[in-house]
């Protein structure tokens, strides 16, 4: 099997995406959870991350977030709500494009995180490394080479079950036991 990720942190984001699900009781709207407090950076230090992000097309990562949970929490709301069908997909259109721009919020988030990671200098620093040669062949094969790198672990990962099984199986036949 051939697996080929485009963006391995857009896979990430997606399985966080997919974690946060929409809320088991969709009509009780549960407290909105504080992000992590960042240290304060520098103006100077925002801008270097957010020049790093946009080398590394990051937004690709999380322009689907908005339409994506409001269509994740229209399929919940139905399958509690089945009577409300034909509302909630008339709603569903309304409410992203009231929340249309809101993942923006995650560009803005990843900057400071960024920032609070790295040194200003640091920052400029790698701005200036995907910028070189070697940097913008790193931005365009690590997903590629990320994606094999997957692939490899998984069919590994099979190959190897079988051996662990095959242990397991040899141990438990030499105390009388067939598994």
């Not at 399929?75 to 409410?95: C, F, G, H, T």
């Not at 070697?134 to 365009?140: D, P, Q, R, T």
Request: charged share 20%; hydrophobic share 45%.
């Amino acid at each position: 099997m051939k697996i080929v990720l485009k963006f391995l942190p857009a896979a990430t984001l997606a399985v966080g995406l997919a974690l946060s699900g929409a809320p088991a009781m969709a009509q009780q709207a549960a407290p909105k959870a504080a992000a992590p407090a960042q240290p304060k950076a520098s103006p100077a230090a925002i801008a270097a991350a957010k020049e790093i992000l946009q080398i590394k097309n990051a937004t690709a990562m999380y322009s689907g977030a908005v339409p994506g949970l409001v269509e994740k929490t229209k399929i919940a709301l139905i399958q509690q709500n089945l009577s409300y069908q034909k509302d909630l997909n008339e709603v569903a259109p309304i409410v992203a494009q009231q929340l249309n721009g809101r993942q923006n919020e995650i560009g803005e988030g990843m900057a400071q995180i960024y920032a609070s990671e790295f040194t200003e200098q640091e920052l400029k620093d790698l701005v200036t490394f995907y910028r070189s040669p070697l940097g913008k062949k790193l931005i365009e094969a690590e997903p590629r080479a990320i994606g094999l790198s997957m692939a490899f672990m998984n069919s590994w990962a099979q190959n190897f079950s079988e051996t662990v099984m095959g242990a397991f199986r040899a141990e438990m036949r030499k105390r009388g036991k067939e598994i």
